[in-house]
């Protein structure tokens, strides 16, 4: 069976391009693949963080993972620093990256450009983050483009480790999704749709209610033809809207094309938004519920237990390869 890695960090509620971009994948692949959903909750804290935020982040994204469909019977789901596999391995990796490829990373130049006292943990995220993934003996990480970089890296750590010392971890490989892997702002359609956005207006929430979502979509950046047309350079603003129509309802986007042919801007955003809202509304409903009851507790309880057993084979033939510890 194929194994797949998926980590979140709980940085702030997910928005709509998470949800269309990634979890709506997920559900599908837990039934044919052995899948583990991480919350990634040490990787936030490479930045500072308030820390009751924080545990209610960690929360409310386990919630959002079980009210979008992942079932705990059929994946595991559990927090990162409640494994302490992951930590422990990601010490290892750290000692076989060198520090002028952390350093390229796109990430660590984009944050830490123009600070002074940047934390040493943005420079050795992607160790971390291998760490996460190869622990499982991973196949398959879906991730959207942004993260493609750190990916690489994770391919090239595991294969020098590999040769350094014993055939021990699995080479994972990334899967982008062809289409929705890139859903753009609302407000900016050249930029992707991000909920550290400060304009608000650009982003949907995955706990927006049903008024804010039409709102919202009613006020999305188009352009003058009034032409419901794809085309991604000329007219990003209506085809990111058509993309996220899509991937909504399941149609083509050559059959929206077709069935707003001579109709305008304004009925065509009154739609997206109503198929948005329908979307939206029973994983809400259902966040809402698991975040009042002790039923997700009980499940985090049972995920973090499954992911120890899976996680402690992998750490400790890491360690014998190195020489860690009395061999037994």
């Not at 943005?122 to 493609?148: F, H, R, S």
């Not at 020098?160 to 929705?180: A, C, H, L, M, W």
Request: proline share 4%; aromatic share 6%.
């Amino acid at each position: 069976m194929t194994t797949v890695f998926s980590g979140i960090q709980p940085s702030g509620t997910l928005t709509l391009g998470n949800y269309l971009g990634a979890l709506q994948h997920f559900v599908g692949m837990q039934e044919e693949n052995d899948c583990f959903f991480c919350i990634v909750d040490q990787h936030a804290i490479t930045v500072p963080q308030d820390k009751a935020e924080l545990r209610r982040n960690i929360k409310s994204l386990a919630a959002l993972y079980l009210a979008t469909g992942i079932d705990p019977k059929k994946s595991t789901l559990f927090i990162q620093s409640e494994v302490p596999a992951h930590a422990q391995l990601a010490w290892i990796m750290q000692c076989v990256s060198y520090i002028g490829e952390l350093e390229r990373m796109t990430q660590f130049k984009d944050k830490s450009a123009g600070k002074t006292g940047v934390s040493s943990a943005l420079l050795t995220y992607p160790p971390l983050m291998a760490a996460d993934i190869l622990l499982y003996n991973t196949d398959i990480v879906p991730v959207g483009e942004d993260q493609k970089q750190h990916l690489e890296l994770t391919r090239n750590l595991a294969e020098r480790f590999n040769q350094q010392y014993n055939d021990i971890f699995t080479v994972p490989e990334v899967q982008i999704p062809k289409v929705g892997a890139r859903i753009m702002s609302l407000q900016d359609p050249t930029k992707k749709m991000s909920k550290s956005d400060e304009n608000q207006k650009g982003f949907i929430s995955m706990l927006d209610d049903e008024k804010t979502i039409i709102k919202k979509i009613k006020s999305a950046v188009t352009d003058s033809e009034n032409e419901v047309r794809f085309d991604r350079e000329n007219k990003p603003g209506v085809s990111n809207l058509m993309s996220i129509l899509s991937l909504s309802t399941g149609s083509s986007l050559d059959s929206i094309e077709q069935d707003y042919n001579g109709r305008g801007y304004g009925e065509f955003k009154q739609e997206v938004a109503e198929a948005v809202a329908a979307l939206l509304n029973p994983i809400r409903e259902r966040h809402e519920e698991l975040m009042q009851s002790e039923e997700l507790n009980e499940i985090l309880d049972q995920g973090a237990e499954q992911a120890q057993r899976a996680s402690h084979k992998t750490l400790k033939k890491a360690e014998r390869a190195v020489g860690l510890g009395r061999k037994r």
